[in-house]
Every structure is written in C-alpha cells, then in structure tokens.
T-cell receptor, first 113, second 112 residues
Framework: IAGITQAPTSQILAAGRRMTLRCTQDMRHNAMYWYRQDLGLGLRLIHYSNTAGTTGKGEVPDGYSVSRANTDDFPLTLASAVPSQTSVYFC????????????FGQGTRLTVV | GQNIDQPTEMTATEGAIVQINCTYQTSGFNGLFWYQQHAGEAPTFLSYNVLDGLEEKGRFSSFLSRSKGYSYLLLKELQMKDSASYLCAVRDPNTGFQKLVFGTGTRLLVSP
C-alpha cells in the first residue's frame, strides 16, 4: 500500500540523547516536511525539502536537523534532546505542484525526560 | 509572515449544519487547504481552494474570499464521526509552492 511511514510510533528518550525519527514515502513525491504538533499551538513546520538534495528551515528549526539524500527518505535528527522537544512529530509529503495536498504519516509521539 | 486564525472549539448536534471559519493574513497566497484530524491520528485532506467561491464535496463544502482573507468549512448532516479537529492551512509562496502554514485548528464536538 502506497503511503508515508514513520518510525518509531512512540519513544521515551532521556534528555541529552541523540535520536533520529525516520520517514519514508513510496509515492515519489518531490516535497517532504517535518511538523511538530503541540496542544494549543497546532502544527508547526520544523524543516522541509522541496526536492532530493535540498532542505530548508521552517518556523521552529532549532535543535533539529534533516537530510534528503534521496526522494523517499527524510530523517529528522535531534542532536541532544531536551524536554521542550516532547511533542508529536508528523512527517508529510506532497507531489510539489502548487495545487496538491500534503499527505501525512501516522506520527511519532516523543517524550523527552 | 503568516497569521491564520480559527475558533478553538465548537459544538453542534448530530444532523445539524456547522460552519468553521478561518481568517488569514499573508504576504502572498497560493491556496488554502482544510484538513480533518481525529484524536491521535494524522491529518487527512478535505478540500482545497485557490479561487474565490464555493467548492462542494459531498457533505463538506469550503468557501474562499481572497479579498477578505477568509474561508469557511461547511459540514452538513453532521454525524458523530465528524467529531475531530479541523485545520486551516495556507500555502506560503515565500518558499516556493510547497510549504503549508497551519492554523491552530478548531475542535468540533458533535453530540447526539
């Protein structure tokens, strides 16, 4: 079944540890995004990639990094996790044309303690 | 920058009609999207508007007025399963065509 997959589904992480959230899509979409969702704040863009080999910063990029080595994968790395990074993280992708919607993965619930 | 406003919460009765409003202030505009998100799940696409007017899709309709920076989502014949959050999102032209900026969402509670 075509779609976008995130791993892990949930994680409890000690502060200061490094963590990579994985995101893979098999729809050959050009654009991919990482959002975090917090109560009362909605979905906020962390980083995005318009096409393989390029990335850009969103609204809340500090403490996060991404790479886009190929079309399918867009991992998000927390170099040294802090409790304020406790959130639900959603990966999304879109074909890249302006009138097309974004498709979301099922989310990763991350708790930093 | 972008500013997108939606009511935080709304309540309605099964079988009724509800209108969820969204206002936006943007430097540019490349389209407005509505998403539905059930608790604990991913957002799913509902509708897209780029030109003024009403787009109808079954029980759901979405309206856009670009001159007023205003959109609404209309849900008819409400069902219990429509209890969810509804997210308004505007495409940001400042990073090309792809980036979506979301409002904080409107939580809709449908009661029997």
């Amino acid at each position: 079944i075509a779609g976008i997959t995130q791993a892990p589904t949930s994680q409890i992480l000690a502060a200061g540890r490094r963590m990579t959230l994985r995101c893979t899509q098999d729809m050959r979409h050009n654009a991919m995004y990482w959002y975090r969702q917090d109560l009362g704040l909605g979905l906020r863009l962390i980083h995005y990639s318009n096409t393989a080999g390029t990335t850009g910063k969103g609204e809340v990029p500090d403490g996060y990094s991404v790479s886009r080595a190929n079309t399918d994968d867009f991992p998000l790395t927390l170099a040294s996790a802090v409790p304020s990074q406790t959130s639900v993280y959603f990966c999304a992708s879109s074909p890249g044309q302006e009138n097309t919607e974004a498709f979301f993965g099922q989310g990763t619930r991350l708790t930093v303690v | 920058g972008q500013n997108i406003d939606q009511p935080t919460e709304m309540t309605a009765t099964e079988g009724a009609i509800v209108q969820i409003n969204c206002t936006y202030q943007t430097s540019g505009f490349n389209g407005l999207f509505w998403y539905q998100q059930h608790a604990g799940e991913a957002p799913t696409f509902l509708s897209y508007n780029v030109l003024d007017g009403l787009e109808e899709k079954g029980r759901f309709s979405s309206f856009l007025s670009r001159s007023k920076g205003y959109s609404y989502l209309l849900l008819k014949e409400l069902q219990m399963k429509d209890s969810a959050s509804y997210l308004c999102a505007v495409r940001d032209p400042n990073t090309g065509f792809q980036k979506l900026v979301f409002g904080t969402g409107t939580r809709l509670l449908v009661s029997p």
